[in-house]
């Protein structure tokens, strides 16, 4: 199992390192100092990545399961929507990506009003997801009810002269569902369906979706009360020596993480010593060591993609954007597509999937899928960059069109691609993709421009898996029904008579010889 994980985290993550190495080599150069902390970070990242996904198999999945089981057996809605507002803004709060975000916003807005405000968006839409499924509502109608929502305070914001606030509310939807959030949930739904008696990928999938519009709302409500014109978000850089760098970010990352597991780890022993007194023993130790697993893995990861990934994505975006501006749009394309195999969550959605379809859905078809989508919306995001137009042009017709396939696409890929869109905007996309956007925005247009042209990359790759995945769903459905057609074209093959074989002269022959001898027999008797 460990070297399974190993080797899955080294094919994600190699590309990408040579990808780097290559254009720091060629169009983008970088100092030896930057290019050796990017390779430093690459070992972390994908030592990081192993120990996270042993993690959440051993710890994360159960205890979303045992969770979502037990919210749902008491059938009392008070308990269900209160248990869930809870466990939506814990695990948010907890979110890694979420608090890089606010970091950035902190000199204009406090980060703790931003992710509590997060944080209070995903727990009403998660218990919102638990009452979907324990009542049996659609979740194709409740999506459309809540993203028509969200266009319609995107409208008024626009009206109101705040349309640049648009990219970071969308942004941060994309951000609150990564590598903490997702095994969680998922998992939850899980359970809460299996409970529930309606299991089946439409209803255990689809609270990832519905988790996501909960801040791209609360975020726009907040639009309305603060001036966005001067908002201009900023990165902190440690600077120093290997050891200076990579150790305070690993100390800074061991108390942000300890933060972020520390409230899902006491929530647990409170569980399991009060609703679940009976759990076995050995099961209650194997989900303490996988918490531990979870937190030191993400701890590594965290480390490297910060202290290795920010600054070889800005140096790059820079330098491009300085030099070979046009190469943004092919690269931005390629980088894209390698990078969603990177994401930690990806790879536990996929595994959710293939498990949850009894294997008729293969992780491999969705995952290279994902990483056509998320190509094409790094591609369009550099296009922004380039351009300097509305995040509007992108994300209206996108999402219209993940509507209209919502209706025709069967419900299994509708949920799983809806889940996907969060999922594919994780811990790599706000700390290599993002800063590789940023720093070609500040070479083209300034650091007034990072707000309206860079930001809204999270948005655009949490919006194109919807799209890609919904296509998948929908000629997978085509194919099988040319395929049942075609059984019932073929003419049946006639039934097989049975042979019987024509008399022949030797048969009476035969039976005279043998009664011949049958008197003999009898005659010598005598």
């Known amino acids: 199992m460990v070297w399974s994980k190993i080797k899955e985290s080294l094919i994600s993550v190699l590309p990408i390192a ?3 190495v290559v254009l720091s080599l060629t169009l983008a150069p970088m ?34 399961e045992l969770v979502g089981s037990a919210t749902t057996k008491t059938r009392n809605l008070t308990v269900v929507i209160v248990v869930s507002i809870l466990i939506g803004a814990i695990i948010t709060m907890a979110e890694p990506d979420l608090s890089v975000l606010a970091s950035g916003l902190e000199a204009h807005i406090n980060k703790w009003v931003l992710i509590a405000l997060v944080a209070v968006g995903v727990g009403i839409f998660l218990a919102l997801s638990m009452l979907r499924v324990i009542f049996g509502v659609s979740l194709r109608l ?18 109101l002269g705040k349309e640049p606030f648009l990219p970071l509310a969308f942004d941060s939807g994309g951000v609150t569902t990564g590598p903490m959030t997702v095994p969680f949930i998922i998992a939850m739904g899980l359970g809460v369906a299996n409970i529930s008696g309606k299991s089946g990928a439409d209803s255990g999938f689809g609270f990832v979706a519905l988790a996501s519009v909960g801040p791209i709302i609360s975020v726009m409500l907040l639009g309305f009360f603060i001036d966005v014109t001067k908002i201009v978000p900023s990165s902190e850089v440690i600077e120093g020596g290997y050891f200076r760098v990579f150790g305070l970010t ?28 009976n759990m076995p023993i050995r099961t209650f130790w194997r989900i303490v060591f996988g918490l531990l697993y979870t937190y030191f893995g993400l701890v590594i990861f965290m480390t490297g ?9 800005r140096a790059i975006g820079l330098a491009l954007g300085a030099k070979y501006p046009y190469a943004l749009l092919p690269l931005g394309v390629l980088i894209g597509f390698m990078i969603v195999a990177a994401e930690p969550a990806v790879h536990v959605l996929n595994e959710q999937v293939e498990k949850i379809s009894g294997g008729t859905i293969k992780k491999h078809r969705v995952m290279l899928t994902m990483m056509f989508g998320v190509a094409m919306s790094v591609g369009l995001s550099m296009l922004r960059v380039l351009y300097r137009f509305s995040i509007w042009w992108l994300l209206l017709p996108g999402y219209a069109l993940a509507a209209v396939f919502a209706i025709f696409t069967p419900r299994t890929y ?4 809806f889940d996907s869109g969060g999922v594919a905007s994780g811990p790599m ?34 919006m194109t898996p919807l799209i890609v995945l919904q296509v998948l769903g929908s000629l997978s459905a085509l194919r099988a029904k040319m395929a049942e057609r075609m059984l019932k074209k073929v003419p049946a093959p006639p ?3 049975p042979v019987v074989p024509a008399p022949s002269a030797e048969i009476p022959a035969a039976a005279a010889e043998a009664a011949a001898s049958a008197d003999e027999i009898e005659v010598i008797d005598l």
């Open 250 to 277: 690993f100390l800074d990352q061991m108390k942000d993480v300890a933060i972020s597991i520390g409230p899902i780890a006491a929530f647990f022993l409170i569980f399991r010593f009060t609703a679940n007194r």
């Open 305 to 313: 993609a910060h202290a290795g990934f920010s600054e070889a994505g």
């Open 429 to 462: 996309t706000a700390t290599f993709l993002l800063p590789l956007a940023t720093g070609a925005c500040v070479a083209l247009n300034g650091e007034e421009g990072i707000l309206r042209f860079a930001y809204g990359l999270v948005a655009m790759v949490a």
């Open 142 to 159: 409740l999506l459309l009810i809540s993203y028509g929502a969200v266009f319609a305070l995107a409208l008024v914001l626009t009206l």
């Open 31 to 64: 100092e030896g100092g930057a290019i050796l902390s990017f390779l430093v970070g690459c070992i972390l990242v994908i030592g990081g990545m192993s120990l996270f996904a042993i993690g959440a198999d051993a710890a994360m999945i159960p205890i979303g």
């Open 18 to 20: 040579a990808i780097v």
């Open 414 to 417: 509708t949920a799983i691609a």
């Open 495 to 497: 039934a097989e008579t």
